[in-house]
């Protein structure tokens, strides 16, 4: 139905960036929210940013001012630009969106299978 495919996690050094994509392909009638998660080892899945359809974006206060969500619509894509990065943002960061897939009525939550980041010197 609605997959998602993320791409741009790796190695950086303390103080770095990097920057997350994910996109969703399949039979999608529409995508509402997207967003970024993440769940570093043993530690739960924590939200890090979310961005509606209309560009309402929500961030977690630990990546404010650091990290910036946007997402081109035509492409159903989602990004995350990570600056500043630090040693606690290690962490496998997975995608979400809540879409409605063809033929369907309601929307429901999808996810990645996630990308692995680590800051590390």
């Known amino acids: 139905q609605v997959q998602l495919v993320e791409s741009g996690g790796g190695l950086v050094q303390p103080g770095g960036s990097l920057r997350l994509s994910c996109a969703a392909s399949?039979?999608?009638?529409?995508?509402?929210?997207m967003g970024w998660y993440r769940q570093a080892p043993g530690k739960e899945r924590e939200l890090v940013a979310t961005?509606?359809?209309?560009?309402?974006?929500d961030y977690a206060d630990f990546v404010k001012g650091r990290f910036t969500i946007s997402r081109d619509n035509a492409k159903n894509t989602v990004y995350l630009q990570m600056n500043s990065l630090k040693a606690e943002d290690t962490a496998v960061y997975y995608c979400?969106?809540?879409?409605?897939?063809?033929?369907?009525?309601?929307?429901?939550?999808?996810w990645g299978k996630g990308t692995l980041v680590t800051v590390s010197s």
């Open positions: 979400n969106a809540h879409a409605t897939a063809s033929g369907r009525l309601y929307g429901m939550n999808y």
């Open positions: 399949g039979s999608i009638s529409s995508i509402n929210a």
């Open positions: 961005i509606t359809s209309g560009g309402r974006v």
